[in-house]
């Protein structure tokens, strides 16, 4: 299990390391001190689990969570217990207070023990409908109907026939249960469903730009361009 740790702290991330060290299966592959090399290392290393201080120099815990194109299952770590309600408005696995005992991280270990493998037990398929609710409308909409899924903070756009709902799950949570076949995250901002990419042409560096069916253009992330060229085989 691949875990990073961001915490401002020196002293309280060798504490935390200290405490996973009897796990043999855990392996700390990163450290990061704030919220934009937290963003960086995540994305570098692809984490199973992430240890994440909600406090941090700049950008808060939070931001990270809502600037990740890949999101491991979350562990919040904070002295204060008024986010508790609000980080599992982010899909938390868990929320420990500083100073972590050791018998309260071995029941956070336990919870990600039995996470079930999204990857294989928890996606959707093409023909699957989902209920979306949006104020007082709701939708049962088809998976293969949806072209578009677009950040907006914890909240998330779905663009669909001529509805755009707003919904409350982050981008991360919804980019877990969808097929990387069909459904490509292309920045932090966008999922596009790729059945509904009209034209590829390159852009700014190398980087690409989608002209979707609807005539909406789309810049695809640097790293991300890289990954659907592999994809596609452009």
């Not at 401002?8 to 405490?19: F, I, N, T, W």
């Not at 409308?137 to 907006?152: K, P």
């Not at 903070?153 to 949570?173: A, M, Q, T």
Request: hydrophobic fraction near 40%.
């Amino acid at each position: 299990m691949r875990v990073v740790i961001v915490e401002d702290s020196r002293l309280a991330r060798s504490e935390l390391k200290a405490l996973l060290a009897p796990y043999a299966d855990i392996a700390v592959v990163a450290e990061a001190e704030n919220a934009e090399q937290a963003v960086k290392l995540v994305e570098t290393h692809r984490p199973d689990v992430l240890f994440l201080d909600i406090q941090l120099p700049g950008q808060d815990g939070f931001w990270v969570l809502e600037t990740l194109e890949h999101l491991p299952h979350v562990i919040f770590t904070t002295a204060y217990d008024q986010y508790a309600i609000k980080s599992f408005e982010y899909n938390a696995l868990d929320y420990l207070l500083k100073p972590i005992n050791a018998a309260r991280l071995e029941q956070a270990i336990k919870k990600i023990n039995t996470q079930p493998d999204t990857e294989k037990d928890d996606r959707l398929n093409s023909d699957s409908k989902i209920f979306l609710k949006d104020g007082e409308r709701c939708w049962l909409a088809s998976l293969q109907d949806i072209a578009l899924f677009e950040s907006c903070g914890n909240y998330s756009r779905v663009y669909f026939k001529d509805n755009k709902p707003l919904i409350p799950k982050s981008l991360g949570s919804i980019e877990k249960r969808l097929h990387p076949q069909q459904f490509f995250r292309i920045s932090r901002q966008h999922i596009v469903n790729l059945h509904y990419v009209a034209d590829i042409s390159l852009w700014v560096n190398g980087n690409y730009r989608l002209v979707m069916q609807d005539g909406m253009e789309l810049d695809v992330s640097r790293n991300q361009s890289a990954r659907l060229k592999m994809l596609l085989s452009l």
